[in-house]
């Protein structure tokens, strides 16, 4: 990938959520990743101080919103709060994995929407973009009064599956409401389609009713945008071996592997295994997990974004418009 060549005009920060991940980005950018101080004062207040230079420069904040997701989110709001201060020309807010984003409708009475809030919350701090990966929700795109790039992961899973064997294989989606994603998914690796059909019945409970399209005999690769407790793949793989699937690769974005998460998926019988990419920190305590990196998309994306470039043909060869034409059970949908 190309390099940054004004090196002295961008800077790049990272929270304590995920500075692994902030350096792989800046390895692939050619820069170092600048100091940041986070301090925590006897009344649990937090504060944070950035030690670089950021006047008049392109300041990028790296910060998924992970466990313990609301002192990630405060972080977050305090660095850009200090770029700000610090006369920063442009503050992009990095937000590989964004947690609220599942608070996006009211679906009860008087239930407030954690997503819009978060969104406001983040623009009010002083962030003039936002640059972030998989949305669970498409329309919390449209929460955010700033400019959003939204990335893709589904390329790098599907590189992943490239050049294995892949016969009487099929992509599943856990829900019809992953499907497009799904059906891009499976246009790139040249299988056909199926879905869950799924109910929540609570945060960490689902009932999955049928599937919807054949499984029978066939080898099913799951792709999920998040995985949290594992309590939607579970029930999808009860209901794919009773309608005949053979066994199953788990896919996903956002691995975050919460409470019996790791325990429940690590022993599961038809799992062949588990994929994910690194918008989260990896559990410690699953070393057969397989786990793509994304650095270089949002290397590229921040190279783009400060030479003022095109961020949308990062999705050439992922979007179905230049994937090769396949049968789909979801063609129709938008």
């Known amino acids: 990938m190309t390099r940054v060549d004004s090196v002295r005009d961008i800077v790049v920060f990272s929270g304590s959520a995920h500075r692994d991940l902030a350096d792989r980005i800046c390895a692939e950018l050619g820069i170092t990743r600048s100091p940041a101080s986070i301090t925590r004062f006897?009344?649990?207040?937090?504060?944070?101080?950035?030690?670089?230079?950021?006047?008049?420069?392109?300041?990028?904040i790296i910060q998924p919103l992970v466990p313990p997701t609301q002192d990630s989110l405060m972080e977050l709001l305090l660095m850009i709060d200090a770029a700000k201060g610090a006369s920063a020309a442009q503050i992009t807010a990095v937000i590989p994995h964004y947690?609220?984003?599942?608070?996006?409708?009211?679906?009860?009475?008087?239930?407030?929407?954690?997503?819009?809030?978060?969104?406001?919350?983040?623009?009010?701090?002083?962030?003039?973009?936002?640059?972030?990966?998989?949305?669970?929700?498409?329309?919390?795109?449209g929460f955010f009064s700033v400019p959003v790039d939204h990335l893709t992961a589904l390329g790098v899973l599907a590189d992943h599956f490239r050049g294995t064997d892949l016969s009487d294989s099929i992509v599943v989606s856990p829900d019809l409401g992953n499907a497009k994603d799904a059906t891009q998914f499976s246009r790139l690796l040249g299988l056909p389609v199926a879905a869950g059909s799924k109910r929540r019945l609570a945060d960490d409970r689902v009932e999955i009713d049928s599937i919807v399209g054949d499984v029978a005999g066939k080898r099913a690769i799951v792709l999920d945008d998040e995985i949290a407790t594992g309590g939607s793949i579970i029930e999808l793989?009860?209901?794919?071996?009773?309608?005949?699937?053979?066994?199953?690769?788990?896919?996903?974005?956002?691995g975050l592997f919460a409470g019996k998460a790791v325990e429940r998926l690590s022993g599961h019988p038809m799992i062949s295994q588990v994929v994910t990419t690194d918008t989260v920190p990896a559990p410690a305590d699953w070393p057969q997990l397989q786990v793509r990196s994304v650095?270089?998309?949002?290397?590229?994306a921040i190279n783009r974004i400060h030479a003022g470039e095109s961020v949308s043909s990062l999705f050439?060869?992922?979007?179905?418009?230049?994937?090769?034409?396949?049968?789909?059970?979801?063609?129709?949908?938008?």
């Not at 008087?110 to 972030?132: E, W, Y």
């Not at 209901?239 to 974005?253: D, P, Q, S, Y």
């Not at 650095?295 to 590229?300: K, T």
């Not at 050439?316 to 938008?334: E, I, K, M």
């Open 42 to 60: 006897s009344n649990d207040c937090l504060q944070a101080q950035l030690l670089a230079n950021c006047r008049q420069r392109d300041v990028y």
């Open 295 to 300: 650095a270089g998309l949002f290397a590229e």
């Open 99 to 141: 947690a609220y984003a599942r608070s996006d409708k009211k679906d009860a009475s008087r239930i407030s929407l954690g997503g819009r809030l978060v969104a406001d919350l983040i623009a009010a701090a002083g962030a003039h973009r936002v640059l972030t990966m998989t949305l669970h929700a498409p329309q919390v795109h």
């Open 237 to 254: 793989l009860d209901k794919l071996a009773e309608f005949g699937c053979t066994e199953a690769a788990v896919a996903c974005t956002h």
């Open 316 to 334: 050439d060869g992922v979007d179905p418009t230049y994937a090769p034409p396949q049968g789909s059970l979801f063609d129709t949908v938008p």
